[in-house]
């Protein structure tokens, strides 16, 4: 099988969680940015050196501008049981098309690591380790974060949104403390505070990212202001509307003040209150 438009993406067990998720939010409307699903066996073959998968994958990668995100999307992962978070690895800023194939590739490697199988098996899920990788145009983030439809520490229903300038990794990575927000379902600003923003992870021209100092003035000033935590509001209230009610753990970003939705998956643990 070779690449399919992420829209296209709609069955797990060849693409994996993430890869359905995302496709289904493109076909519903929602702000995800533009790309291709690559199925588990097509993964393989691009992991083993096949040449006419790399060639294929290659050609799919020309009609993307710029540079690309290559995430994991296994068999399994982001699903309500087992998020798979910080186990399987994520390429970004990478130079499209030749330099895709490599990224693939360690995509595919993070799945086999000691740690990763580890994890699989802690959980309970399948051994047997299928990896389905998703493609996108890279977000050139001004400022990127996570969004929880629920309170992931009192179980409250209620948005909390983490958030840092550059790319999302900087609050994925646990690399900086996030300002933190958070509202009621209506909208209502019930909270925030500022964090200690005092790198950033931007892209590099010639590919890849590197960690930048903040500007000292930006370092604790807070990376949302009132549209923009509205404009999270409502992504929130769309993703219940094509997802059910969740809880939702969403990954987002904006490039030049639009709001783009990159990953969403289930919240994986709730507190018992």
């Known amino acids: ?76 992962e982001d699903s309500a049981g087992a998020s798979f978070a910080g186990q399987h690895a994520t390429v970004l800023n990478v130079i499209c098309p030749e330099a895709v194939p490599d990224a693939v590739l360690a995509v595919w490697e993070s799945a086999h ?60 990575q646990g690399l900086v403390i996030p300002d933190s927000y958070r509202m009621d379902r209506a909208g209502s600003l019930l909270e925030s505070r500022p964090g200690y923003k005092d790198i950033m992870i931007q892209r590099v021209q010639a590919g890849g990212t590197r960690k930048e100092t903040v500007a000292a003035h930006l370092v604790e000033q807070t990376c949302l202001d009132a549209e923009k935590l509205m404009a999270l509001h409502d992504l929130a209230a769309r993703c219940d509307a094509v997802f059910g009610m969740g809880p939702h753990d969403i990954e987002w970003a904006f490039e030049r003040g639009v709001l783009y939705l990159l990953q969403l998956r289930p919240v994986t643990k709730l507190p018992v209150i």
């Open 1 to 76: 099988m070779k690449p399919v438009p992420l829209s296209s993406a709609c069955d797990e067990q060849v693409f994996g969680g993430k890869a359905i998720q995302l496709g289904a939010a493109i076909r519903a409307g929602l702000p995800v940015p533009e790309g291709f699903a690559l199925g588990t066996e097509f993964v393989n073959a691009v992991a083993s050196g096949e040449s006419a998968a790399r060639s294929d994958l290659q050609r799919a990668c020309a009609a993307i501008r710029g540079h690309v995100a290559v995430r994991s999307s296994a068999i399994g």
């Open 113 to 172: 690591t000691d740690s990763a199988r580890g994890y699989r098996a802690r959980m309970g899920a399948d051994m047997d380790i299928r990896m389905g990788v998703v493609i996108q145009r890279l977000v050139a983030a001004d400022a990127a974060g996570v969004l929880f439809t629920c309170n992931p520490v009192t179980g409250q229903a209620e948005l909390v949104i983490e958030a840092a300038w550059g790319l999302g990794e900087a609050v994925v």
